[in-house]
């Protein structure tokens, strides 16, 4: 049977003249298409199919398929592809030299000879210089050291590029290169390097505990907060040493740090109680949550005072951390606490206490989280234009105004919701498929039939510019699954606003989204013949954009009518398993999170795939949060803080049942 399996592959696998012939019939197509098709001819790994990769990397119009087809070369592993890459930096311009190094760098075995090397380490170009130096350290050359701390003097706006590189075989140099490239708001650095940090050999470690009793305040609060997120109990001697000559945000960081790592000294214990008794407010409140780390017998009868607390934060804190720490649930019954701690507390060890369930979540928590992050969205709000993203003012706006509205605030009271709700609907309407949605969205939101006439211009715009295949685009190009969902999603803030939108808008997207779901139930970014895998956010994006079909398509006749709902329903099925397959809450972009709510209330799951969402993602997020209010991550903080906020609010509306 083997034998016959394999000559069947052979016989249905393409050929080098079917891709070049297929790439040709691409050109025009979308970048994602067409490296496809760049990537199934490398995947050949023949000469034949190495000469046309070069010379698509010597012709081709468009500049995105000339740089990545030399990444598609660099996998090869002919060695005559190696060849070809030198070939390109001794003949090609400075974007093309780039690419060679990086590609040589992640794919090839073979070192760089000997001019390339020395061109690439005395180039003024910083693209050029952190991929000669991400290829010494991959190769563990003696000079990586050197070279990337003279970088670091060239290019000292740069050194995230080194990130990767440095975390990978950290040494005692290298950890403090990192200590003064680290940027807590890129979540790239939140995850790699506290990890390199928490494995490290003690001269490493040595390093970081040097950084904490620095007279440095910024590379105190750097290292410290590397040290928290890594949890290295041993960090907690330097951070109670920095904290007798430290005051004000930079104590409150610390004190929450020495919880977080379990800090379970004398010293430790002592400045947190000193902390707790103290009149600042932000080391009172670091205080009640370090305690949640390190528990303090003596701190509780503290607690319960503070659990009557007229100021909501310490309140609710307090509330939170005497639930952790004794297992109790009288939640805001000071009176309660009380009476407990007066009947039990002789007897009371924090040993009996059960560990909380990490399925679990505080919504107490949550609350304030979502209160925060409301606040601190209404502080930036500018006059002239509210809120701004890459150059989306009204887009962005729209969607603060969506998010402080799920919220809680109301947009008839809240001066700060009204300002940015006049500003999207005196602009013009919008011409762009994200914006347009958007608008739709937050106008719905806040008014619904007020804004209908608004609305359905939105509307009008986006039932106009869907492609006939169904989806829609920038709304140049052929389109794409994130612009197609949020259109779709604008579509349905102007259905339930009472705008009339055609019934062959909502088939030829769901023909769209049946269409390209991939072979594993999930959806690309760009759908395309060789797309073989999806991600998190578009099979997010593709079960909730079939959900809203649905709940929109009007019913067929008989059998008809139940054959197309079991289609619809055995795709939307499908997009969950796969889902659930693909997610990853703890560190999934906070867009991701907002299309995994979106999917999951519509689809009222609080499952996929057997794994919840809802209480790790809210879990996530409470501890992600900085002490401004803000989320920080992929897009600016008013973007991000409002997906923060749709997500733990749960906002989207459950699809309407037939």
């Known amino acids: 049977m083997r034998p016959l399996i394999v000559c069947l592959l052979f016989f249905f696998a393409p050929d080098l003249s079917s891709l070049t012939a297929q790439f040709e019939r691409e050109r025009g197509e979308p970048y994602a298409v067409r490296i496809q098709t760049v990537n199934a001819i490398a995947a050949l790994d023949t000469e034949p199919a190495l000469r046309f990769l070069v010379s698509v990397v010597g012709s081709d119009k468009d500049n ?22 030198v070939t390109f930096w001794d003949e090609g311009d400075e974007s093309l030299r780039n690419s060679v190094l990086s590609a040589y760098t992640s794919y090839r075995k073979e070192a760089l000879p000997a001019h390339v090397l020395e061109q690439a380490l005395t180039s003024s170009n910083s693209g050029m210089r952190s991929n000669v130096i991400r290829y010494l350290g991959r190769r563990n050359d003696p000079r990586f050291d050197v070279e990337a701390e ?43 390097v506290p990890k390199a940090f928490s494995g490290a050999e003690k001269s490493v470690l040595h390093v970081l505990f040097e950084a904490i009793a620095s007279d440095d305040d910024g590379l105190t609060l750097t290292a410290a907060t590397i040290a928290r997120r890594a949890g290295i109990s041993d960090a907690a001697m330097a951070m109670v040493e920095r904290l007798r000559r430290s005051e004000g945000e930079l104590a409150a960081v610390l004190i929450e740090a020495i919880g977080a790592v379990g800090g379970k000294s004398l010293g430790a214990r002592d400045a947190i109680l000193t902390a707790l008794s103290g009149e600042d407010v932000r080391l009172v409140i670091a205080a009640i949550r370090a305690l949640r780390g ?73 609350n304030l989280a979502i209160e925060k992050g409301a606040a601190a969205l209404k502080a930036i709000r500018k006059e002239d234009t509210p809120w701004e993203y890459g150059g989306h ?52 939101a806040c008014g619904g039939k007020r804004f209908k006439r608004k609305i359905a211009a939105c509307a009008k715009w986006l039932v106009e510019n869907q492609k006939d295949s169904g989806i829609w685009g920038y709304p140049n190009g052929n389109g794409d699954n994130s612009n197609s969902q949020y259109a779709v999603l604008g579509l349905r803030a102007a259905a339930k606003a009472g705008v009339k939108v055609p019934q062959r808008t909502w088939r030829r997207a769901t023909d769209h989204f049946l269409g390209t779901q991939i072979e594993d139930g999930s959806w690309s970014y760009v759908p395309g013949p060789n797309v073989s895998a999806g991600s998190t956010s578009m099979t997010a994006a593709g079960v909730a954009s079939l959900l809203v079909c649905l709940e929109n398509l009007n019913p067929g006749k008989g059998d008809a009518e139940d054959d197309e709902r079991k289609k619809i329903l055995a795709a939307i099925d499908r997009g969950f398993s796969a889902l659930g397959e693909k997610m990853k809450i703890d560190t999934d972009s906070l867009y991701a999170l907002y299309g995994i709510e979106r999917a999951g209330v519509l689809g009222r799951r609080g499952g996929m795939g057997g794994k919840a969402w809802y209480a790790p993602g809210a879990t996530r997020l409470v501890e992600e949060q900085d002490r401004r209010g803000f989320w920080t991550g992929g897009y600016n903080e008013p973007v ?19």
């Open 640 to 658: 991000q803080t409002a997906f923060a906020i749709l997500f733990l609010k749960k906002f989207t509306a459950p699809i309407a049942t037939k």
């Open 150 to 192: 003279r970088y670091l003097t060239d290019f000292p706006n740069s050194g995230t590029s080194l990130i990767s590189t440095l975390t990978q075989s950290l040494t005692p140099r290298g950890a403090r290169l990192l200590l003064r490239i680290y940027d807590d708001t890129r979540k790239y650095d939140r995850d790699q």
């Open 393 to 444: 003012p009204v887009g962005t706006t729209a969607l603060v105004v969506l998010a402080l509205r799920a919220s809680g605030l109301d947009p008839k009271k809240d001066r700060d919701l009204r300002a940015g709700l006049e500003y999207i609907v005196k602009a013009p309407t919008p011409q762009r498929t994200y914006d347009a949605g958007i608008v739709a969205m937050a106008l719905e």
């Open 64 to 85: 995105s398929i000339r740089l990545n087809t030399v990444y598609s070369i660099a996998r090869m592993s002919l060695p005559s592809a190696a060849k070809a890459l």
């Open 294 to 366: 390190v528990p303090i017998r003596e701190a509780i009868p503290a607690l319960i005072e503070f659990a009557r607390s007229g100021d909501k934060t310490i309140r609710v804190e307090a509330q939170v951390t005497l639930e952790r720490i004794t297992g109790q649930q009288f939640g805001d019954r000071a009176d309660l606490w009380e009476k407990w701690w007066k009947e039990y507390g002789g007897d009371f060890s924090f040993e009996d206490v059960k560990k909380p369930d990490p399925a679990s979540f505080d919504q107490a928590l949550v």
